[in-house]
């Protein structure tokens, strides 16, 4: 059955169906009802909030849900006043928490509800993406050389912006450090085998090319206009380009020419595409 009236509402919700404090952050969403709490007190002081024409529904001691008996006894943690204004909730023996409640607008709800499925079609899209890039990156060590091939942008739809090349003390984010989460724990391999660690929100991604040798890299999704301009810029492979820029970078790691030369030439050969 419908309930329009928010008295009607608030009883629903917290009085016969006994909302517990871990679901209050889905109340607006769920039941287009917003809590702003307003005190908390060792004291019961709802006659202070009784107002003439506008008492306490239950008006009776609440429970705490510390035992089975307790729970028998007082069987309701929350109260609230008869138009549906205020609430309390008996939050430990010693602790009771008031809020006001207000009703939000059926846009606004909508607008919320939205966004919550946008934030899960994200949360879900970055799990994909994370399981795929520690795949190809971390544990098949993708080769430095083939980020040049567009095999990133047109098969996993992502580019790899780099951020700064440089020694390990001069890197911003660098597995081990700061708050951020790495997928991987140990350090990065170099050589042969390029070593890679990315964030566990797909966000930064950390490659390590030589021995002090390392790049950091913002990781943008691409949308899938952005994924067919990068397969028509790569429908037809130039192996010479490839091969220009895998010299290249032999010869940046072999230390045959400066960080700012090699910086430049690997620009002079990317224009020509």
Sequence with gaps: MAVNSLPELVKQVFIDNAVIPEELGEIEINHGLRLQRIACSR???R???????NTWLLNEPLGWGSSSFTEAEYP???DMLIDGS???FQHQFVEMVFYTVTQIGSSERAALQKQ???QLA???LSAELLQRLTQVLIHKMYPYGKLFSGELETVYGVHLKEIKRGMHMNMPFKPGYGTRAWVK???LCWGSNTGWNITQDCKIACCRV????YINFEIEILSQAEIEEYKKQFSKPDEQLVNRLATLQQMHEKQLISEAEYQQKKKEILDLV
């Design 43 to 45: 004291f019961d002081r």
């Design 116 to 118: 919550q499925a946008d």
């Design 47 to 53: 006659c202070e909030y009784a107002k003439a024409g």
């Design 86 to 88: 205020m609430l309390c």
């Design 76 to 78: 309701h943690r929350w």
């Design 210 to 213: 030589d021995y002090d040798d």
């Design 185 to 187: 724990g140990r350090p």
């Design 122 to 124: 994200d949360n879900s």
